[in-house]
T-cell receptor, first 114, second 113 residues
């Protein structure tokens, strides 16, 4: 099982719809969870991070964390064509010899079509 | 301005010719790491460093070396590059605390022919 796994893409949604991106992780000791957006050929940029169970909202973005299910998601409301990118889930390793390591999922490609 | 600077941005080289990709950060971060990114595989960690003179292997370290002689610099060395090391490389730095983000360099697109 991969340490961090994202829902397979690509994901295509119409403009104005809600895009839902999912991520599961295997290490129960993980403390923090990050969503990065990456445009083609560019470096990843942080959208949000979350560390408490529940929802965290920032503008059109909502991150959801369920530690019992080892699941984190990102919802993008009112999706825009400019949201078309690869979304990377990352998990902060808080235990053992790998403390401080960020482990990334394989990414989900999102396309928002007009 | 907080930044991570990688050089070069683009590099085409031949098999076996040693090369170094530099990475420098100005945020006094303890933690630095190198990733490679290939289509469908996300970001895979090559090496990371918790602090000066402390480095360790990531998930795909074969064929790479690193050093951390100063806190701000973390170069990636390919002693004998091969075509399967053709990839997009990113350097990142962060504080080793759970709720802090990682800052990425601009990326280096390496082609080994």
């Amino acid at each position: 099982q991969k340490e961090v796994e994202q829902n397979s893409g690509p994901l295509s949604v119409p403009e104005g719809a809600i895009a839902s991106l999912n991520c599961t992780y295997s290490d129960r000791g993980s403390q923090s969870f990050f969503w990065y957006r990456q445009y083609s050929g560019k470096s990843p940029e942080l959208i949000m991070f979350i560390y408490s169970n529940g929802d965290k909202e920032d503008g059109r973005f909502t991150a959801q964390l369920n530690k019992a299910s080892q699941y984190v998601s990102l919802l993008i409301r009112d999706s825009q064509p400019s949201d078309s990118a690869t979304y990377l889930c990352a998990v902060f390793n808080a235990g053992g010899t790998s403390y401080g390591k960020l482990t990334f999922g394989q990414g989900t490609i999102l396309t928002v079509h007009p | 301005e907080a930044q991570v600077t990688q050089n070069p941005r683009y590099l085409i080289t031949v098999t076996g010719k040693k090369l170094t990709v530099t990475c420098s950060q100005n945020m006094n971060h303890e933690y630095m790491s190198w990733y490679r990114q290939d289509p469908g595989l996300g970001l895979r960690q090559i090496y990371y460093s918790m602090n000066v003179e402390v480095t360790d292997k990531g998930d795909v370290p074969e064929g790479y070396k690193v050093s951390r002689k100063e806190k701000r610099n973390f170069p990636l060395i390919l002693e004998s590059p091969s075509p399967n090391q053709t990839s997009l490389y990113f350097c990142a730095s962060s504080s080793p605390a759970p709720h802090t983000e990682a800052f990425f360099g601009q990326g280096t697109r390496l082609t080994v022919v």
